[in-house]
């Protein structure tokens, strides 16, 4: 099996993983956990977790010119994508939630243009616009009816701003993956991420009232801090490593298909004619700019 074969299985996996993300990650906020105490809960764990695995690899320096690539990574890729995005989960429904990722490729295509000067073609860019028009529609009328819902509007903003800031990670570490091992490099955008999340949710940390959670809410914390948080940035720091920055980000259109499934067998969300609509006009926009991507590649 190649190299470029395992990455796709691993960023296949990573994509699961965040597919079932959206519900069990829903289920704890915000009744048990607040969601920026849930991040920091998640960050201190995966930070612990790679620091110790760290201990069991070959040292690697970091270049000094490299500390603010990751500093800045580390900002798009921790600390304000998982802010915004679980503090928009709270407030929102999974599949809007998972539907509003989807625009990831399409961002990634943007900043890909204006921080290496990647072209755009005529198709790209039309993708790009259908894209936006769904995004739009979703943010501004996806309202929904479900008590878990408390302010989706709101929430599906937020999510979007998780997905632009995911998207300018991507293109910022491209570069990274190739110089330092998966586990160094991910252990220092933690931590500098720790930094990031601990003003932010250290008062809802300490406010959790952990005698009287639940044993399946501390599984779901257990999924999200191990699966969530290390696994699926190992296998996409692997698969980023081996592929394009637009490669990787494509493999999130399935989320939705996964979330969706997964929401409506466990019954914590519902579909309507509003999220279809802005899901098949996300989708469009991301076949354009993918099937674009695909052409120019051979």
């Known amino acids: 099996m190649n190299q470029r074969t395992l990455a796709l299985i691993a960023v296949s996996i990573a994509t699961l993983i965040y597919g079932l993300n959206y519900t069990i990650a829903k289920k704890v906020m915000p009744i048990y956990v607040k969601p920026f105490g849930f991040i920091l809960i998640r960050v201190l764990g995966a930070t612990t977790i790679f620091w110790i695995l760290g201990l069991f690899i070959t040292s690697q320096k970091i270049e000094k010119e490299d500390y603010l690539k990751i500093l800045l990574a580390s900002f798009f890729g921790v600390g304000l994508n998982m802010l915004s995005f679980f503090k928009g989960l709270s407030l929102t429904t999974p599949i809007s939630a998972s539907v509003m990722m989807v625009t990831s490729p399409i961002l990634v295509l943007i900043f890909s243009s204006i921080l290496i000067r990647k072209a755009i073609g005529k198709q790209r860019i039309v993708g790009v616009i259908i894209g936006l028009i769904g995004t739009v529609l979703l943010i501004t009328y996806g309202n929904s009816s479900d008590t878990n819902a408390t302010n989706s509007n709101w929430g599906n903003f937020l999510v979007f701003v998780n997905a632009a800031s995911y998207g300018l990670y991507l293109v910022i570490s491209k570069n990274l993956t190739a110089k330092y091992h998966p586990i160094v490099l991910v252990k220092w955008l933690y931590l500098f991420g720790l930094i990031f999340t601990i003003p932010f949710g250290y008062n809802e940390l300490t406010a959790v009232k952990w005698q009287e959670m639940p044993t399946n809410i501390y599984w779901n914390i257990g999924y999200v801090v191990v699966f969530t948080s290390c696994i699926t940035y190992l296998f ?58 695909e052409n120019s590649a051979k």
């Open 236 to 293: 996409n720091l692997y698969g980023l490593s081996k592929l394009k920055p637009t490669t990787v980000s494509v493999f999130i259109y399935l989320q939705p298909v996964i979330a969706t499934i997964f929401a409506l067998i466990v019954g914590s969300d519902s579909l309507n004619f509003v999220k279809i609509s802005a899901t098949l006009l996300i989708f469009s926009g991301v076949y354009l700019v993918t099937k674009q991507v």
